[in-house]
C-alpha cells in the first residue's frame, strides 16, 4: 500500500464534506450502522489514499474533475495522520454505538470529527495536520517523515 505525496488538497476538501454529511446522516436518522461506512472509509483511505474508498474514488475521479477544482498540492504524511485521527473517532463511535448501545455517547464522538472534517471541508483547515506539525516540532515525528513539513 502506498499513501500519496503530494496529494490534492481539493479531493481531501471534497471527501471531508462526505464525512460531514454521512456523520450528520448518522444522527440525524439514528442509524449508528454508518459509522462503520466511515470507519471503513477511513482505514482505506489510511492505507492508500484515494485508491480503495469509495467516497474518495467518487471525489478525485467524478466529482473535482465535474466542478473544475483545481489541484492543490499538499503534503501526504500529514493528512494520512489526519486519516488515522480520524480512524480513532469513527471506529470509537461504531464500539460505543454498535458494541456497547451507548449511542449518545457515540454521536457525540461523532460530533468531534464533524467539527474537524467540517473545518476542512469549508475552510480547507485540517486539525489532523496541525497536531502532525506540533508532533514534527516537538520532535515526535522525525523530519524524515515529511522534509516538506519541517
Known amino acids: 500500500f502506498s499513501f500519496p505525496h503530494p496529494m ?9 464534506a462526505g ?4 456523520a450528520l446522516a448518522t444522527i440525524a436518522l439514528d442509524q449508528p ?10 482505514i482505506a483511505r489510511f492505507l492508500t489514499g484515494p485508491k480503495v474508498s469509495p467516497l474518495a474514488i467518487l471525489a478525485s475521479k467524478v466529482i473535482v474533475p465535474k466542478f473544475g477544482l ?22 470509537t463511535a461504531a464500539i460505543l454505538s454498535l458494541g456497547l448501545g451507548l449511542t449518545v455517547i457515540a454521536y457525540i464522538v461523532l460530533g468531534g470529527l464533524i467539527f ?6 469549508v475552510f480547507g483547515y485540517c ?3 496541525q497536531i502532525f506539525g506540533l508532533l514534527m516540532k ?11 513539513c519541517a
Request: glycine share 10%; proline share 8%.
Open 70 to 91: 483545481p489541484y492543490r498540492p499538499v503534503a501526504g504524511p500529514p493528512k494520512r495522520f489526519a486519516a488515522a485521527i480520524g480512524i480513532v473517532f469513527s471506529v
Open 8 to 16: 490534492n488538497s481539493s479531493v481531501a476538501r471534497v471527501v471531508a
Open 33 to 42: 450502522w454508518i459509522t462503520l461506512v466511515i470507519a471503513f472509509g477511513f
Open 116 to 121: 474537524a472534517a467540517g473545518l476542512e471541508a
Open 19 to 22: 464525512v460531514v454529511i454521512m
Open 138 to 148: 516537538w520532535g515526535v515525528v522525525p523530519a524524515s517523515v515529511c522534509e516538506e
Open 127 to 129: 486539525l489532523g495536520c
